[in-house]
Structures are given as structure tokens and as C-alpha cells.
T-cell receptor, first 113, second 115 residues
């Protein structure tokens, strides 16, 4: 079985400040991990993915995430946020076979001017 | 601009109506999905089609009927829905070459309201 836990439902942060959105996963097998972003009234867009190799993954819009197997974490970071980063962020894991992606409950990032 | 197109963007229907949601992609993906997303919740998987055949049905009520006429199109036929079926319905597609690692490409969804 696979599951994802996003520890924060909302994260307020001032513009140009750094941010970290936390994600922990559980799986009995190898995992593929993803972060998606959802802007209001839109679908989800892939930010980045971890499949294998380097544990530091860079994505679009200046985001990056680090895979930590020992802590079963895949936290998302950005050194300096912008107002346009205000959105819902979903961590997701796929290890259960045939595209059965499991999403976390989401973290709402609110960037304050 | 999204590469997965969903129509209509908004739909209001009564409980006795029959309507259809449509999804189209031209990325050559051979897996297509329907997800349901309630407000402030993550997307929930409903159906998966692989090579135009239904491969996953997550115990969805029969009032939702999916159809995949060809590799680019995916429909969701709706009949006798309930108000609690009101939600954002998202279509997605992906490659199937590597089952576990292909990311999902989502459309912008159809906002469905059942009255």
C-alpha cells in the first residue's frame, strides 16, 4: 500500500521569503514521487518528479525537492516566492501499479505581499 | 495552455438530465483518466483507460459511464446524478511505456453542478 502525508494544510509566507512544503510518503516498494501545482479554477500541472538518481530534483518556476529515503520525505522548496506562486500544491506517489497515483491532501501556499 | 482540452468548462444539470463531458489530447498518450475533485480535496481516481480499453474502475456508481472512442478522446456520460456529484471533473493523460513513472497531464476540468 502507498500513502502520502502533507503535514501542512496552509502555509502563509511573505513575498521573496523562502518556503518549504513538507511531504512524507509510505510504501513497501520503490516509489516514484511527484509534486503538482493547481492554480484556482485550473487542472493540476507537474512541478517536478523523482524517479531515480540524484536526490535533488529541480522543477519549473524555481522549485526544487529533495528525496530522502531514510526519512521517507520529499519536501518542496523555493528560495524566494512570488505572488504568482499562490496556489494549491499536491505531493503524489506512484508505487501501486498501473498509474494508481495517490495524492496528498494538498497544501495551500499563500504568498503575502 | 494545457495540452489536454476539456469541454464544457462549466455544466449545470438537473438530476433527471443526461449529459456528457468530453476530453481530447494530441500528445500521443495511450492512457487516459477521469478524476473527481471536491472542493479543498485532492483528486480522486474514477477510471483509467489504456489503449482505449477500460483498465481501472474505482467502484464508481453506474450513473457515470466512461467511453474512449479512440486514442485521443475520452468521454464521461452522466445520467441521473445526485447533488453530491457536484465537483470538478478532471481528465488526464499519460504515456504507458513506463507504468510507474509517467507523469499525468491534466486538463483544466469541467465544473459540474447538479441541481
Amino acid at each position: 500500500a502507498q500513502s502520502v502525508t502533507q503535514l501542512d494544510s496552509q502555509v502563509p509566507v511573505f513575498e521573496e521569503a523562502p518556503v518549504e512544503l513538507r511531504c512524507n510518503y509510505s510504501s513497501s516498494v520503490s516509489v516514484y514521487l511527484f509534486w503538482y501545482v493547481q492554480y484556482p479554477n485550473q487542472g493540476l500541472q507537474l512541478l517536478l518528479k523523482y524517479l531515480s538518481g540524484s536526490t535533488l530534483v529541480k522543477g519549473i518556476n524555481g522549485f526544487e525537492a529533495e528525496f530522502n529515503k531514510s526519512q521517507t520525505s520529499f519536501h518542496l522548496r523555493k528560495p524566494s516566492v512570488h505572488i504568482s506562486d499562490t496556489a494549491e500544491y499536491f505531493c503524489a506517489v506512484n508505487s501501486g501499479g498501473y498509474q494508481k497515483v495517490t495524492f496528498g491532501i494538498g497544501t495551500k501556499l499563500q504568498v503575502i505581499p | 495552455d494545457t495540452e489536454v482540452t476539456q469541454t464544457p468548462k462549466h455544466l449545470v444539470m438537473g438530476m433527471t438530465n443526461k449529459k456528457s463531458l468530453k476530453c481530447e489530447q494530441h500528445m500521443g498518450h495511450r492512457a487516459m483518466y477521469w478524476y473527481k475533485q471536491k472542493a479543498k480535496k485532492p483528486p480522486e481516481l474514477m477510471f483509467v483507460y489504456s489503449y482505449e480499453k477500460l483498465s481501472i474502475n474505482e467502484s464508481v456508481p453506474s450513473r457515470f459511464s466512461p467511453e474512449c472512442p479512440n486514442s485521443s478522446l475520452l468521454n464521461l456520460h452522466l445520467h441521473a446524478l445526485q447533488p453530491e456529484d457536484s465537483a470538478l471533473y478532471l481528465c488526464a493523460s499519460s504515456q504507458v511505456g513506463d507504468k510507474f513513472s509517467s507523469p499525468l497531464h491534466f486538463g483544466n476540468g469541467t465544473r459540474l453542478t447538479v441541481t
